[in-house]
């Protein structure tokens, strides 16, 4: 799960709250600043981000790079990828050929069922996806996921042949995203500040 940084001042110590557990900068200060800013920043948690993308038929041709949704990912990390609307359709040549996400054809007429490509086999039309290049996945309506491989999330339809596709299917994409520098900075300081508050009371 993604998780929210706190950051309380207490009496023993500064507490931060985050995923990877709870520390106690008060005990680490006395190891040095270096120490403490290195254990704030493993620490650090991530955020997550969801961006809508409309996911064109045309576009997301997997004999190319698709559709690339310009959100990174690192490998371990969860993921969703959701679409906005289950009736939504493409149409990926002469009738009856439209589809849903999932690989449906919407007649019921035709079972076009499955094909292979580039190591991998999924029902035609269905929406797929790529992290960098890595294997490609089923996405289908929607899931979450856990990433394989680092890279950019790219989408695509299942289909080899895109001159006579049209329409697009709506999907909700949430993934991480890092802490922003100045968060990390702003740690930092008060690390810093710390370790001189507490030499400065033992001079004394």
């Keep these: 799960m993604f998780g929210i940084l706190v950051i309380c001042s207490l009496r023993q110590g500064t507490v931060i709250f985050s995923p990877c557990g709870v520390i106690l900068l008060e005990t680490i200060m006395k190891l040095g600043t270096s120490l403490a800013v290195a254990a704030m920043l493993a620490a650090a948690p991530v955020a997550a981000a969801t961006i809508q993308h409309d996911v064109g038929a045309a576009v997301a041709n997997i004999n190319g790079a698709g559709y690339v949704t310009g959100q990174s990912l690192t490998a371990g990390q969860s993921f969703s990828v959701m679409v906005t609307d289950?009736?939504?359709?493409?149409?990926?040549?002469?009738?009856?050929?439209?589809?849903?996400?999932?690989?449906?054809?919407?007649?019921?007429?035709?079972?076009?069922?499955?094909?292979?490509?580039?190591?991998?086999?999924?029902?035609?039309?269905?929406?797929?996806?790529?992290?960098?290049?890595?294997?490609?996945?089923?996405?289908?309506?929607?899931?979450?996921f856990n990433a394989t491989t680092s890279g950019a999330l790219s989408l695509f339809t299942w289909d080899t042949q895109y001159g006579d596709n049209s329409g697009s299917i709506m999907v909700d994409v949430t993934a991480p995203v890092p802490v922003p520098a100045a968060g990390l900075l702003l740690l930092s300081a008060l690390a810093m500040g710390g370790v001189v508050s507490r030499s400065r009371r033992k001079a004394a």
């Design 86 to 144: 289950p009736e939504d359709t493409w149409s990926l040549g002469a009738p009856p050929r439209t589809f849903r996400a999932n690989g449906k054809e919407i007649s019921g007429t035709v079972d076009y069922g499955g094909f292979s490509f580039g190591g991998a086999t999924f029902d035609f039309g269905a929406l797929v996806g790529r992290i960098g290049t890595g294997d490609f996945f089923f996405i289908g309506l929607g899931g979450v």
